[in-house]
């Protein structure tokens, strides 16, 4: 059974892009069983930007995980653009996963002794895009997160954020609506940690990309619109940034320079 495109089903601008029901995850069994997640229920629209927060073993990288559709949940539903993915196959899921889906890793997961462009080209590569056309897309990706001058650079030529930003342009290459990202700045300074922010925050307004980011760190939920606190496997809190960010942490936004995730 392949996915069926959304549109064909007549959904409309409003209806939500993510939709999960009373999901459960059970890692393990009988007394070592692990309940990472103890039935969460939410909905994420198009074109929102949502930042996931919690103690660390709250679930937040589980959640993400079968958000991504990286894993499966051990009950409850998982509507994506419409469609119930949390039955499906693997390969069903990889599928979904490479046309719908862009991930971004805290340890940046590009490959070492190969270029910025090839690291951009490969989930086309996969997709059965040709050549010249991944090349030329690539180049653009590249251009869009400031990096038009880096296509011929290493991963151990670029800086943390550099890296990062490699991996976004990876991210989007075959078009994914949805990015979705765990701890993207857990590895780099604050200076480059508002480079990214900058950069999804440009992704989600301009070209309407959907953002869903877990972090620790309230300088990085600020770029969001809308909080949501993780707990022992539940959501405890799910507000506006504003209500959830102090002022002065959100003044820091506003004060950033804008132009610097659009030229760098
Ligand atoms: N593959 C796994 N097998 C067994 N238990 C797991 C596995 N992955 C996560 N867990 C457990 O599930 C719970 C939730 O883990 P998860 O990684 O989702 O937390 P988190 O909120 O992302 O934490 P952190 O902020 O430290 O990244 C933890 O108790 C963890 O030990
Ligand atoms: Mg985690």
């Known amino acids: 059974m392949k996915a069926e495109p959304a549109m ?21 069994e009988g007394a070592t069983a692990v309940h990472a997640l103890r039935g969460v229920s ?16 709250s679930g937040k990288s589980t959640f993400m ?11 409850g539903s998982y509507r994506l653009a419409g469609v119930e993915v949390s039955r499906l196959s693997r390969d069903q899921l990889a599928d979904i996963r490479s046309r719908q889906i862009g991930f971004v890793f805290q340890s940046f997961n590009l490959l070492p002794r190969t270029a910025a462009l090839e690291n951009v080209e490969l989930p086309m590569l996969y997709a059965g ?12 990706l590249l251009e869009n997160v400031g990096l038009g001058d880096r296509v011929d650079h290493r991963p151990s030529e670029l800086s943390g954020g550099q ?4 991996a976004i342009a990876r991210a ?36 309407g990309i959907t953002v869903v ?5 309230m300088n990085v939920a600020a770029w969001s619109g809308r909080v949501v606190i993780f707990k022992d496997g539940l959501v405890t809190d ?16 506003a004060a950033a320079p804008a132009a610097r995730g659009d030229r760098a």
């Open 129 to 140: 895009v040709d050549r010249g056309e991944r090349m030329r897309r690539a180049r653009a």
């Open 42 to 57: 939410l909905s994420i629209g198009p074109g929102e930007f949502v930042a996931i927060m919690g103690p660390s073993g």
């Open 213 to 217: 980011v877990v972090t620790h760190d």
């Open 8 to 28: 064909a089903r007549g959904r409309g601008a409003a209806d939500p892009l993510i939709e999960v029901g009373d999901l459960t995850k059970v890692y393990g």
């Open 65 to 75: 995980h079968l958000l991504g559709c990286l894993d499966r949940p051990s009950s």
């Open 172 to 207: 989007l290459a075959n078009g994914a609506p949805l990015l979705m990202a765990d701890e993207p700045t857990g590895n780099l300074d604050s200076a480059s940690s508002i480079e990214i922010m900058t950069l999804f925050r440009r992704l989600n307004r301009e070209r």
């Open 163 to 166: 890296q990062q930003r490699v």
């Open 238 to 253: 799910d507000r506006p940034v504003a209500e959830v960010v102090p002022a002065s942490v959100m003044a820091g936004v």
